[in-house]
């Protein structure tokens, strides 16, 4: 009798230890609450989460892998999913803009700062560019492949350093990182059977004459873009090296890649704008506006960094045929071929008046408004514009030759960009002493 009541309690035992048990794995207690993950957002989403079940303390961690107030983890060994009592108070490491952090003081932009070098000894891509022959370079203008990987179109690339060593007019970089948070990472270089680095057309190299376009000095891409299964690059020949900030360009021509090696490109024989084709058409940057699908459109400058900005535009079935290209000549007043050009160079209509350089351009997701990103004196500058025919004259100091010393460049694109857009890449150029690139993270407000 005594055994089958001490068997009977063992039964109900394991029946109430199999009950609990169960209620551990699946529904839980009343009094538990499981910890959502929390990775990315904000303090405020985190606490409409999970209104009065936790509490949170905050510890602040300098860090770029997310921008200011982002939510990287928990803190004391806790992580998403395990289970505490109700009530609790939880402590959450949130992001802080690292210690290197430059604010800025104006409507749209919060901070910025440098993350760490693409080129150059110090760069994240250092032995990769190095073993190719590429010690010193600027630019990197980014745009993207048919296969959805990153070309990075790079200027005046020497062996060694302070411009020293062998001279490329130029070089191709590839990328796949998705992640910029801790540098731009290349997964090739474009590169000749030797291994080393391989321009998309060579310059002359020869000595600048200011006022003889048979001249050349060197090729310097001004942007790219693709279409399709196709691949364009737009560089400008440069004939003379003036003053700071001034140099004479011949012509600004398209090539075509022959294939996705991107080893080989041709020119397009009906792209090519000489000075006196269209005098401001010399720096030529090439982009996809979302508001318009159905066309290309382009932002142009003359040689140097002196002028204003033009704008124009063509129908993506018809890229190859420049009779077809629409340029912008008054508000809303777009006139074809040879009529446009000619009214332009007569009266220049600006959508970003002088000085400009280096142009890019992009649709911001999260401002809805259009990007334009030049250096402007001695700041790299961001113009704001509703539509993208401008004007922009919404003007704000993004990055400060004080902050970086002989800056210029900053490229932006809308692929080089995370946080729903609030934080974007800026591919930054130095003159000196380093001649090389920086990735610089810029968030705004």
Sequence with gaps: MKRKHIYSILVISSFVFGTVSCNANGN??????????????????AKLEVGTNILFETENVPTSELIEGRILSYAN??????????????????????????????????????????????????????????????????????????????????????????????????????????GLTFSDVVTTDN?????????????????????????????????GDDTYIFYMSIRYWGVAGSWNVNYNECLKATDNTYKNWLPVSTLRWTENDLYYAGQIYPFNNPKDPSNIYF??????????????????????????YEYLVGKSTWVKGDEGMS????????????????????????????????????????????????????????????????????FIHPNFTDSNGQRLYVQLSQWTPIYNTSLVEVVLK
Excluded: C
Aim: aromatic share 10%; no cysteine; charged share 20%.
């Design 28 to 45: 839980v207690p009343s009094d538990l609450f499981t910890l959502p993950d929390f990775y990315n957002k904000t303090l405020k989403e």
């Design 77 to 182: 060994d806790l992580k998403a999913g395990d289970k505490v009592e109700k009530g609790t108070r939880v402590k959450v490491k949130v992001a802080k803009r690292s210690e290197t952090a430059v604010s800025i003081d104006n409507e749209i932009v919060n901070y910025v700062n440098q993350i760490n070098f693409i080129t150059g000894p110090k760069g994240i891509n250092s032995e990769l560019l190095l073993n190719a022959g590429a010690g010193g370079t600027d630019l990197g203008i980014p745009f993207e492949l048919p296969d959805k990987k990153m070309m990075l179109l790079y200027g005046d690339t020497f062996s060694g350093q302070n411009m020293q060593g062998f001279w490329n007019s130029n070089f191709m970089a590839i990328t796949e990182d998705k992640n910029l948070s801790d």
């Design 195 to 227: 291994g080393m680095i391989k321009p998309f057309f060579q310059g002359n190299h020869q000595k600048g004459n200011e006022n003889d376009p048979s001249v050349e000095v060197t090729k310097i891409p001004t942007g790219g873009i693709s279409i």
């Design 299 to 324: 932002v142009s400058i003359p040689g140097g960094r002196n002028n204003g900005s033009v704008m124009f535009r063509v129908n993506k079935d018809k890229f190859e045929n420049r009779s077809e």
């Design 343 to 410: 009214m332009l160079n007569q009266n220049p209509y600006y959508i970003m008046t002088p000085g400009v350089s280096e142009p890019s351009i992009m649709y911001s997701e999260y401002l809805d408004k259009f990007i334009y990103s030049t250096l402007k004196g001695s700041a790299i500058v961001f113009g704001i514009s509703e539509n993208v025919e401008g004007p922009y004259k919404e003007i704000h100091q993004v990055l400060k030759g004080n902050d970086f010393p002989t800056l210029y460049g900053g």
